[in-house]
């Protein structure tokens, strides 16, 4: 059974940077994805960036391409995600997903982390 523990989450001021971290401990499969989505308040949950653990597939959001980076540390089975330039929009609690199948897709992940607040101030 894989777990997800997220970390890295906080308040900032528009334009500051952030790195979360999602630690996954148990069997995952290096052809799988790990994906970040996020959720604001009162909009649903969506796709925000996702890697294969070998790396040779990565996946944004169109809005936050040019901004954040999805890395991971295969020996530490982490995976991360940059966040530069922040705006308020960005603001959201932040998941951590494991063992897709696909990337964009969150009924395609087999498990879920418990999410952690980002918070970007104006």
């Known amino acids: 059974q894989v777990q997800l523990v997220e970390s890295g989450g906080g308040l900032v001021q528009a334009g500051d940077s952030l790195t979360l971290s999602c630690a996954a401990s148990?069997?995952?499969?290096?052809?799988?994805?790990m994906g970040w989505f996020r959720q604001a308040p009162g909009k649903e949950r969506e796709f925000v960036a996702a890697?294969?653990?070998?790396?040779?597939?990565?996946t944004y959001l169109k809005s936050v391409k040019d901004r954040f980076t999805i890395s991971r540390d295969n020996a530490k089975s982490t995976v991360y995600l940059q966040m530069n330039s922040l705006k308020p929009e960005d603001t959201a609690v932040y998941y951590c997903?494991?063992?897709?199948?696909?990337?964009?897709?969150?009924?395609?992940?087999?498990?879920w982390g418990q999410g952690t607040q980002v918070t970007v101030s104006s």
């Open positions: 890697t294969t653990w070998s790396g040779d597939i990565i």
């Open positions: 148990g069997r995952t499969f290096s052809n799988s994805f």
């Open positions: 997903a494991g063992n897709g199948r696909t990337d964009t897709r969150e009924d395609e992940y087999e498990v």
